[in-house]
């Protein structure tokens, strides 16, 4: 899981960043600010093996795919494909970390002689 925590550690900070590419201190700032800290919080945790992060990493990413339905995220054009991409790459990082820890039963083949 350490290489899911890192990924969402890049994309965190990538949203946050975003938050203040030039775009005031409006409803979009604050959301991705929030956003791209609760992301980089929750691979931390990710990193260290917790299993709750990846459900926080699900429900993050979700939500910033939602978001990039906002009217606003879709007059900037460049902010809806930040926010599908960014959203898609977090639900992704919190859904691959949730199945890696699935463990399928192992059956045993039996030989027919």
């Known amino acids: ?4 925590g890192w990924i969402l ?3 965190g900070l990538w949203i ?3 938050g203040f590419a030039g775009l005031g201190r409006n409803a979009i700032f604050w959301s991705n600010l929030l956003s791209g800290f609760v992301v980089m919080r929750v691979a931390m945790d990710l990193s260290r093996g917790k299993l709750i992060a990846g459900w926080f990493a699900l429900f993050f990413g979700l939500w ?5 339905f906002i009217p606003g995220f879709q ?3 460049r902010l809806f494909w930040n926010a599908l991409v ?3 790459l977090t639900a992704i990082t919190g859904f691959t970390s949730l199945a890696a820890e699935v463990t399928l039963p192992s059956y045993e083949m039996k030989q027919h002689s």
């Open 64 to 68: 910033m795919v939602l978001t990039a």
């Open 86 to 88: 960014a959203g898609g």
């Open 1 to 4: 899981m350490r290489k899911q």
């Open 16 to 18: 946050v960043l975003t």
């Open 75 to 77: 007059a900037a054009h």
């Open 9 to 11: 550690g890049i994309v």
